[in-house]
């Protein structure tokens, strides 16, 4: 599991320079042709992340309601994010990963309920949960990466 952290671990840096290196006006902006914007493929991640790894596991999630309906799959961002949530998004981008390797540690994700996801990939148990996520974090960076050309 130390590897698939450590690339998760990579993945969040690299999302993490688009909140450090990025205007809000730039992340906000949704450009011609896309229906999201640079903050909501990050806020996305967070909220994939906490469904796939701790709801699916029958774990508390680390996020309010309203940021999972804000970030949710299926969602477009409706409203400008302001500095507090970026701030809240940048803390909880980081955050979490320790937070997940210490409940992995300590042995909490004992239980999964088995899940396929909208792109048809059966995830049966929590490793297979977490490479998962990686995978989906990896294509909303492409995402970003292509948004930032247009901001």
Do not use: C
């Not at 993490?16 to 903050?39: D, R, S, V, W």
């Not at 906490?50 to 799959?73: C, D, T």
């Amino acid at each position: 599991m130390q590897e698939v952290f450590k690339i998760w671990e990579t993945n969040r840096k690299l999302h993490l320079a688009f909140l450090e290196n990025y205007t809000l006006e730039q992340l906000n902006k949704i450009p011609e042709g896309f229906k999201n914007n640079l903050i909501w493929n990050i806020g996305h991640i967070i909220t994939t992340q906490q469904g796939l790894i701790y709801r699916l596991s029958g774990l508390p999630v680390s996020i309010s309601k309203e940021f999972h309906n804000k970030y949710k799959y299926g969602s477009v961002p409706t409203q400008t994010t302001t500095q507090e949530e970026v701030e809240e998004i940048k803390a909880l981008l980081i955050s979490l990963i320790q937070q997940t390797k210490d409940d992995y540690a300590n042995g909490k994700f004992v239980a999964f309920t088995p899940y396929e996801t909208h792109i048809g990939f059966h995830l049966a148990t929590f490793e297979e949960a977490i490479n998962f996520n990686n995978y989906h974090e990896g294509i909303h960076l492409g995402f970003m990466m292509n948004i930032r050309k247009f901001v």
